[in-house]
């Protein structure tokens, strides 16, 4: 009977000649981490904004209200009062939905510079790695040729 050859000495000695790269691993890690970390930053300021301008919007509604409760001595200054407080709203809500809009655009726009800035690392992140690869590869395979000779 033949015996069958035992390739597991072969492939441990094949697969222990390619060296491992992690520290490409924790590069990318970092990385992202780090555009989390700015992606994080510019939606919580987004927040922060939102926050005030609708804080701002309570506070000048209620102020109107206010105006509004107050007991009058014509039936018609009730009218006029509610058409003032309608009015006033409508320009204030104009306002406010403005000021929400340019805090969304500026939040797309620090998003897309973020990740237009994160792809270009990233592609060279990974032709660098690439290339340490392939040096590895190469080297190895030299020296494995090498030694089988």
């Known amino acids: 009977m033949t015996k069958t050859q035992d390739f597991?000495?072969?492939f441990k000695d094949f697969l222990g000649a390619f060296p491992v790269d992690t520290k490409a691993?924790?590069?990318a890690f970092k990385n992202q981490a780090a555009l989390n970390e700015k992606l994080s930053g510019v939606?919580?300021?987004?927040?922060?904004?939102s926050a005030e301008i609708s804080n701002k919007w309570a506070k000048e509604t209620l102020s109107r209200l206010s105006d509004i409760s107050k007991a009058k001595t014509e039936p018609a200054d009730y009218a006029k009062a509610m058409t003032d407080f309608a009015?006033?709203?409508a320009e204030v809500a104009a306002e406010n939905l403005a000021a929400f809009a340019e805090v969304a655009k500026k939040v797309q726009m620090e998003t897309v510079e973020l990740l237009l800035a994160a792809g270009k690392t990233?592609?060279?992140d990974?032709?660098?790695?690439v290339k340490k690869a392939t040096d590895d590869v190469t080297a190895a395979t030299k020296k494995a040729t090498t030694a089988a000779k």
């Open 25 to 27: 691993m924790e590069d």
């Open 8 to 10: 597991t000495a072969v």
């Open 43 to 49: 939606a919580l300021s987004a927040a922060e904004q």
């Open 126 to 129: 990974a032709a660098n790695v």
């Open 87 to 89: 009015s006033a709203n």
């Open 122 to 124: 990233i592609q060279e």
